[in-house]
């Protein structure tokens, strides 16, 4: 006698089985089968304020952790809230799990309860995206979406569930449970990383840019011991600033000089600018190693005879067999110094540069205040995001674990990333930088955040204005067509405050560092909103 079991029961075990104890969610009527399933599951439900919040933090579970993230939402509506962040995660490459619920089979095409065409909707923000068709299927199909996720270049699947499937009851014994296991990692072919390796060892100038996926610790880790076996600095492209990334410092002038690129799982895209015009010097070569075929492809198509080699193969695995034959390469000391001096520069003003207005800082005040207690714990977590205030901090502050909204651009996660990271890493400070703008879309999470006794500290630039658009109109328009970007300069912090966090209201630089104290010390979810004046992002040159 075996019994039997129920599909939400066979979801929630089959979660519990790939390691997955902890779902981001927001409740709805197709889905409360799992929620009530969870209980006996022990599956620990952070249930948030809107759906983005939850595909929002399952990224950024994904990215720190390496290892799914999973957010539960409802069908209909609370699918259509969710699927927007998707974009934020693929362009991260970050494992994440959607999974929605679903009008029942049965409803389907009769005008069913939030009936929607979910899989349709995710599939162009997604590796993979589908609906269940059976209960028996359902741990199967969940090990799959897993799989899928966290293999290749890594990003979010959706699995839509139907309602009927979740409620029904199916024997026990024919009921195919996940056997999840990790694909083997294409291989970069010894005779491909030779060929590489002296094309590096050739070139003058080469150049390795690795793509978001090697944002981790792990990452970074890689590239940094890569970099000093073959001389090629090797810097991560996870901005939609492309090129003009703040935190490469001088790196446009260090690009153009280039004689070879070497693609590691970054594809070439707008943010590489192809690799060819005057960004770039017209002979320059490229090497593309990417886990995605066509982005090889692509690769070929962009550059033609430009392209030394392209391979297929996963990016980590290419980049540890990369350095495993790299023993004997000579580095070039010239060019390594060359180009770790553009990347690392820094105008010198930024130093002592002070704000214009009285009663608002300059970001560099802001961010020459907080580099300290970011770099108090080699293990803080740095979170960016937003307009011209972040890129100041993404440049400013130098750490080891840092999520931005991804070369897509799409502001709002990071309330939602700094309670997802804090689950994560429980002791080392967690800092969130956003803007006025920014901070609107996901406010209500810091009641979910207070909910969970989950600390954090926001540095809230407030200009009140969404600046990154305003700059384009002074840029493009003159400044006299500046409109429909203002904000007020509201009490964020009184909002937090009044959510029961911790509020700071800073307007002058000496009483920052103060108030970054207080927050830490405070325990609690904090706002530190700091009047700011409206700056553009930063642009660095080697010389002024
Ligand atoms: C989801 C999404 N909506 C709109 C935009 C366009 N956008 C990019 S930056 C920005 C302004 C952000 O304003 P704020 O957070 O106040 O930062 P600031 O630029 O003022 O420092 C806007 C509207 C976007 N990138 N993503
Ligand atoms: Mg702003």
Redesign the pocket.
């Known amino acids: 006698m075996t019994g039997t079991l129920r599909g939400a029961d066979i979801v929630a075990r089959s979660l519990k089985r790939l390691g997955c104890h902890c779902v981001f969610t927001l409740s709805g009527n197709h889905i409360m089968s799992i929620f009530d399933a969870a209980l006996d599951a022990d599956l620990d439900l952070v249930h948030v304020r809107h759906e983005a919040a939850a595909v929002h933090m399952a990224d950024a579970h994904g990215r720190l952790t390496g290892e799914a993230g999973i957010a539960l939402v409802t069908g209909g509506p609370g699918h259509a809230n969710a699927v927007?962040a998707l974009f934020t995660a693929l362009g991260a490459e970050s494992p994440m799990v959607l999974l929605s619920g679903h009008a029942a089979t049965w409803e389907l095409g009769r005008g069913g309860f939030q009936e929607l065409r979910q899989a349709d909707m995710a599939a162009p923000v997604t590796k993979a995206s589908w609906t269940s068709s059976a209960t028996e299927t359902l741990g199967r199909d969940i090990g799959e979406a897993i799989r899928i996720a966290a293999s290749g270049r890594p990003g979010p699947v959706h699995l839509s569930l139907p309602s009927d499937l979740l409620d029904a009851r199916v024997e026990s014994s024919a009921v195919v449970w996940p056997n999840w296991q990790a694909l083997r990692p294409a291989a970069l072919p010894d005779a491909m990383a030779d060929k590489i390796l002296a094309a590096i060892a050739e070139a003058a100038r080469p150049v390795i840019i690795a793509g978001p996926q090697m944002s981790t610790m792990n990452g970074r880790a890689l590239l940094g011991r890569l970099e000093a076996a073959t001389g090629a600095p090797a810097v991560i492209m996870e901005s939609?600033r492309g090129l003009a990334d703040a935190t490469l410092g001088a790196f446009p002038e260090l690009i153009k000089r280039a004689d070879l690129i070497v693609l590691l799982g970054k594809a070439l895209d707008f943010t590489t600018k192809w690799a060819t015009g005057a960004a770039f010097d017209p002979d320059v070569r490229v090497i593309a190693v990417d886990p995605d075929g066509a982005m090889v492809e692509r690769a070929k198509k962009e550059t033609g005879e430009r392209l030394l080699a392209g391979c297929v193969a996963d990016t980590t695995s290419a980049g540890e067999t990369l350095l495993m034959r790299a023993k004997t390469s000579t580095p070039k000391l010239d060019w390594h110094k060359e180009a770790r001096t553009a990347l690392d520069n820094r105008p010198a003003q930024w130093r002592n540069i002070v704000s214009q207005t009285p009663g608002r800082l300059h970001p560099a005040e802001v961010f020459r205040a907080l580099r300290p207690f970011v770099e108090r714990d080699a293990d803080a977590v740095l979170i960016c995001?937003?307009?011209?205030?972040?890129?100041w901090g993404q440049s400013m502050l130098p750490v080891r674990r840092r999520l931005v909204?991804s070369v897509?651009?799409?502001?709002?996660s990071a309330l939602s990333f700094a309670l997802a990271a804090r689950m994560v890493e429980t002791k080392a400070p967690v800092f969130a930088v956003?803007?006025?703008?920014?901070?609107g879309?996901h406010i209500a999470e810091f009641e979910t955040a207070l909910r969970r006794g989950l600390p954090f500290v926001a540095v809230l630039?407030?200009?009140a204005?969404?600046?990154?658009?305003?700059?384009i109109q002074r840029r493009d328009y003159g400044a006299n067509r500046m409109h429909g970007?203002e904000?007020l300069p509201a009490r964020y912090d009184l909002v937090i405050a009044a959510l029961g966090g911790h509020g700071e209201y800073v307007e002058r630089a000496d009483n920052l560092p103060g108030a970054i104290e207080r927050a830490l010390a405070s325990g609690k979810p904090s706002c530190i909103n700091v009047m700011?004046e409206?700056i553009a992002?930063p642009t660095i040159r080697l010389s002024p």
């Open positions: 927007g939609p995001d937003g307009g011209e205030f972040a890129q909204n897509t651009g799409s502001i709002g956003l803007g006025d703008g920014t901070i879309f630039g407030n200009d204005r969404w600046n990154a658009e305003s700059e970007c904000l700011i409206s992002a």
